[in-house]
């Protein structure tokens, strides 16, 4: 952030941009706070640096570069020669820090030691003055972690937060911030004293915490600054010490100026940052601000840091299940929006149906279809607008191979285009067919906003204290800003959730080209036999139409497809009660078939991870099998039971011998005509091959044998399968 601590006379005032304060290497500042001692090690386990206030803090004890550890004052004690022992052991890869409480020329420090690298570090912290004993710091820390345990919100987690960790610093404000998709943070709770003003709701921009600051605040959690206004303490380097002091991990590191400024302008003495890191990035930050100078001590930081911590673990938790119940909703959104398209003879736009509930677990105002040169559109969607668009994503797509487009600002789109969206600011878009140029979009409206920034978030190139540079704000004072033309970002969930519908409107249309050839025959020869007799009962139990058993007949020769090359056919495996399906399917039959009798024998509970969809749809098909086939007036037996580790389903009803040739030819779907057709209709073929295949992706297999006067299917499934 610095260019340089060249005077006018020195150097040609350089060029300052927002890039060079990204590049200012405050990792390796070669200084400390004065507050405390640094001494580092190298392999051979000798001095080779130590900051210059050595002599002053640790009088005749202090160690001198070059000088080898065991003639060190960290050899005169077993306490600190073990735990420097400790640091040299570590491989230097994962820092861990030791510490604990020692007295050096009748002054007493908190030591703290790190390895990185090849370096060991040992740092010499003045302890503060006293004003709790370390019980009442436990219990304060007890009391706070049980208190972030009982909250059950994002909200509520961050206010507890800051209240705990005000009364265990006693800083004069504490502030959660949550950091935004742009880098941003808003904070989202503040404890502070009653005579401060509240920064509470206010906004602050990315550039107050330039990229390297925010990966240290990753790598290294909690930072510490006593005294805003001290001088800082130089640290020397032995002969033959190349490279600087990597101090990335050190808890005595020095400001950068730039930041000191900052605070300063803020009216801040002493502050204390604590990281809220989740999956390795920074999520959010406690920040601490007192008006005077003040030393919180390691041990009571290091509790602080531990909060942090469980506060990161519990929010990561709230996030997740969030994130599931997100996901299980859009599952089985998608799973019905894949049925529905795969049974519908107009392709995508067999969606409008469920556009209301898409929309709703993506968190957009409308959605529009486009297949083929045609349109369909549900919710506030600009529909004149909509062939520009599509052409637009179609060049993309030509020239970029992008399938899915997020955008929450719509700058990239040409002008005339942006202006006839109109309120339309959020566009997610996804490719599903190369051939038709087939798109889903999303839309979402503008979100008006006003952002109560904590001063004006652009900083002013102005002469500093530093030289003419990059100057932080001179004033905090709320500075109001109206964004318009940009609507709620896509997060990664609703990208997540996007991806996946995706994959599978793809993966349908993809089978919809691949097969059409191949079934197109088998079809109409099927139709030309099941539409002879108008009066005939479908597998439903009803007089359906010719449009519905079309469908159907479609869905069920692409599985059938599917099946014989060999191709999965996708399951949804969920937690499921297999009981609940098969008595579903039961009540399904019985309003189908009226005149059919059914003796159910189901447990309670029988818990299994599988397709729900498809495994109604194998108990269905044998259902319906027993329905047609089995004799007028005899009851229809289903008995379901756990054995082991897999489910056991019978049905089984009372019907002519199935043995020999029918055996042979009831599961083959595409058989040769003739072949079983007293026995088993073209129909219930496809159905009860299907069925086997679901079956089988199942973990387990369906089996039909015959025992006189009974036919009896056995459907066995696996309760935990392999993925």
Known sequence: MIPGHMSHAEAPTPEVTLDNCDREPIHIPGRIQSHGVLVAFDDARTVTHRSTNAHELLGAAAPRLGQPLADTLFATDPAMQAAVAQCFEADGTQVQQVALETVVNGRTFELVGHRLGTRVVVELELCPERGQSFADHAFQGHRALNRLRGQRGISELLDAAVQEVRALTGFDRVMAYRFRHDGSGDIMAEALRDDLEPFLGRRYPASDIPAQAR????????????????????????????????????????????????????????????????????????????????????????ACDVLAQILGAHVQGLEARLRSQRIDA??????????????????IFALMPLAPQMCEVLGAHGVAFAENAKLATWGEVPVESLQGLVAWLNELQRTQRQPLVAMHELSSLPEALRLRLGNCCGVLAMRFDELSQGWVLFVRKEQLETIAWGGRPVKEYVSGPLGPRLTPRGSFDVWKETVRGQSEPWSAVDLEIAQSLMAELLRVSAGRHAELGHTRNHLLSMLQDEFSDPQERTLSGTNGSGRNRMRRLVSQVLDASRLQAGTPLGLQRTPLDLAQVVAGAIDQARAAFADTRFIRELPRQVPLHGDAVRLHQVVASLLDYACVQGESGEAILVQLRMEADHAVLEVSHTGADITGDIMASMLNPFRPRGAGRSAIKDELGLSLYIAGGIAREHGGELVFSYAEPYVLASLTLALKPDQ
């Open 330 to 347: 859009a599952a089985t959104i998608r799973a019905r929006a894949v049925e529905s398209v795969l049974l519908a003879d107009d392709g």
């Open 215 to 302: 990966r240290l605040y990753t790598i290294n959690t909690l930072r510490n600054i006593a005294d805003v206004g001290s001088t800082t303490v130089p640290v020397e380097a032995g002969p033959g010490q190349g490279e600087p002091l990597d101090m990335s991990h050190c808890v005595l590191r020095s400001v950068s100026p730039v930041h000191i400024e900052y605070l300063t302008n803020m009216g801040v003495a002493a502050s204390m940052s604590i990281s809220i890191v989740i999956n390795g990035a920074l999520w959010g930050m406690l920040a601490c601000h007192h008006m005077t100078p003040r030393h919180v001590s390691y041990s009571v930081r290091s």
